[in-house]
Every structure is written in structure tokens, then in C-alpha cells.
């Protein structure tokens, strides 16, 4: 089983535990922070894009040695080398996509379903848009797929 199905197995249900500890410490302190109908709208959005990417995830691993083989100039063969590179230029690419999903009207266009909820609260996190499935964001990793 892959490592992202794994960790779906384990995020999946932590982030129900944080969704509902949420909301059971809102009740106590008597905070109105859930709204049923815009839960149901971010819990389906999360669902629905889970699946999306699934489906997508496998496309990739379909693809990646073909990949490797056809495409890398270089190959890094620490394991810790490119893992590290990994997560900056994945970080790098997220945090320059999310400035641009809030600068450019098309990407804005796409990227609106998530400050959609008139409420703020983990279950938001979950609203992306299903258009999402062409990732522009991929155009900040090339540099870095070419190693």
C-alpha cells in the first residue's frame, strides 16, 4: 500500500477527531461555529476531492518510472537529498500557487470555494474546488522534477 493511502488512513479520521472536538468545545463555551448545511458543503467538497485525487495519484504512479527513465538530467541518489528538495520545492510551489489563487482572476475563479463558508472552522479546510484537478502549481516544480 502506498505511503499516501496510508496516510489518508490516518489523517482521514484525525481531522473527524479535530472537527468534532472543535465543535464540542464551541458547545461548551457556547460559540455557534458549525452550521450543519455548510458542514455537510465542506465534508462532501472533502470527500469528493479525496476520490479526485485517488483517481489522479494513480495516473502518477502509473507514469512516474516512464518518468524517471525518459526525462530526469540527474539523479539524486541520497534518498534524504531528494526528499529534502522535495519538501521545499513543494512548499515553495504551494505558497506561490496560493498567492497567485488569490491574485488571478481565473485561478481566484477556482480558488473562491474556499473562503465560500460564512464560517471559519477546520472543516473549511476541506472546500477546494473540484476544478483543482490541473494543477498550475506543477509549473513551480519543474526545476526540480528535472533532478
Not at 9 to 16: E, G, K, R, S
Not at 85 to 101: C, T
Not at 111 to 139: G, M, P, W, Y
Request: a positive charge; one cysteine or more.
Amino acid at each position: 500500500m502506498s505511503f499516501y493511502i496510508k496516510s489518508l488512513f490516518f489523517a482521514i479520521p484525525t481531522f473527524i477527531l479535530l472537527i468534532s472536538l472543535e465543535a464540542w468545545v464551541a458547545k461548551i463555551k457556547g460559540v455557534k461555529i458549525n452550521r450543519p448545511v455548510d458542514m455537510i458543503s465542506s465534508l462532501s467538497s472533502g470527500v469528493t476531492n479525496t476520490v479526485r485525487d485517488g483517481i489522479k495519484f494513480s495516473f502518477v504512479i502509473i507514469s512516474y518510472s516512464w518518468l524517471v527513465e525518459n526525462i530526469a538530467i540527474y539523479k539524486l541518489t541520497p534518498i534524504w537529498l531528494a526528499v529534502i528538495i522535495a519538501f521545499v520545492v513543494q512548499d515553495f510551489s504551494g505558497y506561490w500557487m496560493h498567492r497567485l489563487n488569490h491574485r488571478v482572476n481565473i485561478f481566484w475563479n477556482r480558488h473562491i470555494i474556499h473562503h465560500s463558508s460564512e464560517d471559519f472552522n477546520l472543516s473549511c479546510a476541506l472546500r477546494q474546488s473540484i476544478s483543482n484537478t490541473v494543477k498550475f502549481s506543477a509549473i513551480f516544480m519543474i526545476p526540480a522534477a528535472l533532478l
